[in-house]
């Protein structure tokens, strides 16, 4: 397993002047003024394991082969022991190919899908409850210190959500650190890229936080002990089965994490509170995400 040492240095960071990634796009504000504003480029990225086609989803397209990686070990379809012999991305036909030495066929896993929550139509195939209940995480600790540092370093970071919008963000996190930060037009996506980096590198999971700007739901929390990720942090709220199975793996689940404040539902045990809130900025409105009025 990797164990990441510098200190400071983050592995993946958003890349918001990438000119693949967004357009320039003529319109009118509410004035009527003629303006011109940056938009989120979103494009398909067909997949195929071995000889099999599996999926066609929409991506910004930066890291195709994380994502191939992630999403397949997410649903699994990969395993976390499996030789992957070749990942090849070929840009013009906007398909990716994932080989491995051993022989796959998931006609049948492909037959049995069920529709998530995510917000660009994922889909998990076969039994979502797969493999989640053999999953152990690992001992961590979550101190309050931290929580606040990460959140704040976050949403400052220069992004292509400040930059254009319709974007969610993921992060994997080591204490106070960001050190993956990815970024796609659905949190799935964002995620499976997440875990895709950490099986090609070989990253430990164990005392790890997962930071996503998206809503901590059934399936954002079955990803996150699939990937055997201690903590997962939201500045987003709840649904039920999220908080639940978050409760059933033993995870700790932290949401509406914005400025000073936040709300856990799972977990409790592993927060260490070393820091008053009083001594905590609030979030300015410059760098305020998207989120309901319940959860502001």
């Known amino acids: ?10 592995l993946v960071r958003p890349a918001p002047d990438d000119p693949r990634l967004t357009e320039r796009v003529a319109g009118i504000d509410q004035t009527g003024a003629a303006i011109e504003t940056s938009v989120t480029v979103e494009r398909p990225l067909t997949l195929y394991l071995n000889g099999q086609e599996i999926v066609t989803m929409m991506t910004i397209g930066d890291y195709p082969e994380y994502l191939a990686l992630g999403y397949l070990l997410n649903q699994n379809m990969l395993r976390r022991d499996d030789a992957v012999t070749a990942v090849d991305y070929d840009e013009e036909i906007e398909t990716v190919v994932v080989r491995t030495e051993r022989g796959t066929d998931y006609e049948e896993k492909l037959r049995k899908k069920t529709l998530t929550s995510g917000c ?9 409850m797969e493999r989640f209940e053999s999953v152990t995480l690992p001992a961590a600790e979550l101190r309050t210190s931290w ?9 400052t970071m220069p992004s292509l959500y400040l930059e254009a919008g319709a974007i969610h963000g993921c992060v994997l996190c080591e204490q106070d650190r960001p050190l993956i930060y990815m970024e796609d037009v659905g949190r799935h996506n964002a995620v499976d890229k997440i875990a895709g980096y950490m099986f090609r590198h ?17 399936e954002m929390v079955i990803k996150t002990v699939q990937m055997g990720i201690p903590i997962l942090v939201s500045r987003s709220g709840f649904t039920a089965w999220g908080v639940a199975l978050a409760r059933q793996a033993g995870l700790t689940l932290i949401g509406r994490a914005r400025g000073k404040r936040f709300v856990a539902l799972a977990g409790q045990e592993r927060i260490v509170f070393d820091l008053d809130p009083a001594m905590v900025e609030e979030e300015r409105a410059s ?7 319940r959860d502001e």
């Not at 397993?1 to 983050?10: L, R």
């Not at 790890?208 to 739901?217: E, H, P, S, V």
């Not at 760098?287 to 009025?293: A, E, N, P």
């Open 287 to 293: 760098h305020r995400r998207k989120g309901s009025d």
């Open 147 to 155: 929580l606040y540092r990460l959140t704040h370093a976050i949403n």
């Open 120 to 128: 660009a139509q994922g889909t998990a195939f076969g039994d979502l």
């Open 1 to 10: 397993m990797t164990n990441m040492t510098e200190p400071g240095a983050m």
């Open 202 to 218: 070989g990253i430990d999971p164990a005392g790890k936080i997962f930071y996503t700007t998206g809503r901590l739901t059934s």
